[in-house]
């Protein structure tokens, strides 16, 4: 058995060790694949990171849309829904870059930048018109890295994703393809750690992995903490 799976939820909270090795020095652990996990909440566990630990902020974070998954993605313990606001300001100091998805609904709270990164859900000549579902055909990500704005296409539309078979096992509501993530890592070639203070299903950590840099990735809920060390416990996956 490893630790995480013999982890106190109470031990966590308090000391923000990390969930897989059961350290934490607030810039890193000691988990020899260099990704932290760590089970709290992020705003809790904010004063307790160093403010060089990170080279680049990327997280998916609350929208404070109020949108409430489909049934396909309700487990039986808890309902995910979308309905706290974020605030990007904090985050900010931490990291000399940072990528937020989501940051048309906050955008007001952050600087001015035209490096914007847009994800295409849907193919290019698809006909949006008549398409009334209620999640998003296209995201949208604000960041300060230094480059043009610019999109990647890659179809997710429900079971329909492409890409890699691991995102095609539903994980969590706002899961995100590691190749999206991989993406945005690749226009910040001079990040070698990245902090993703909203884990969700740990795309982040195991994009992270996949190109050999480190990770500091939290997320409040524990069954999204241990879907995220299961992922992190296969070997580095190839990629093109």
């Known amino acids: 058995m490893r630790l995480w799976e013999f982890r106190n939820r109470?031990?966590?909270?308090?000391?923000?060790?990390?969930?897989?090795?059961?350290?934490?020095?607030?810039a890193g652990c000691d988990c020899s694949d260099g990704q932290t996990v760590i089970h709290g909440d992020c705003r809790e566990v904010l004063p307790e990171i160093e403010k060089g630990a990170a080279d680049l902020v990327l997280t998916d974070p609350p929208y404070g849309i109020d949108w409430k998954p489909r049934v396909n993605h309700r487990g039986s313990e808890h309902i995910w829904h979308d309905n706290e606001t974020f605030d990007p300001v904090p985050w900010l100091s931490i990291g000399r870059h940072?990528?937020?998805?989501?940051?048309?609904?906050?955008?007001?709270?952050?600087?001015?930048?035209?490096?914007?990164?847009?994800?295409?859900?849907?193919?290019?000549?698809?006909?949006?018109?008549?398409?009334?579902?209620?999640?998003?055909?296209?995201?949208?990500?604000?960041?300060?890295?230094?480059?043009?704005?610019?999109?990647?296409?890659?179809t997710w539309d429900g079971g329909m994703r492409q890409g890699a078979s691991e995102n095609r096992t539903f994980c969590h509501p706002s899961q995100k393809p590691i190749e999206l993530m991989r993406w945005v890592m690749g226009k910040a070639d001079d990040c070698e750690t990245i902090l993703?203070?909203?884990?969700?299903?740990?795309?982040?950590?195991?994009?992270?992995?996949?190109?050999?840099?480190?990770?500091?990735?939290?997320?409040?809920e524990e069954k999204y903490v241990e879907i995220g060390c299961k992922r992190l416990e296969q070997g580095v996956l190839a990629f093109a």
Not at 15 to 26: D, K, M, P
Not at 200 to 213: E, P, Q, V
């Open 10 to 26: 109470k031990t966590l909270i308090t000391s923000f060790n990390c969930y897989r090795c059961g350290t934490f020095n607030g």
């Open 98 to 154: 940072h990528c937020f998805w989501g940051a048309q609904y906050f955008a007001d709270k952050l600087p001015p930048s035209e490096a914007w990164l847009v994800w295409v859900k849907r193919p290019l000549d698809f006909d949006f018109s008549n398409d009334h579902r209620t999640y998003a055909t296209v995201e949208m990500a604000w960041s300060d890295l230094e480059v043009k704005p610019s999109f990647k296409c890659q």
């Open 196 to 220: 993703d203070p909203f884990a969700g299903s740990f795309t982040t950590a195991r994009a992270a992995k996949d190109l050999g840099r480190k990770s500091i990735c939290i997320e409040l």
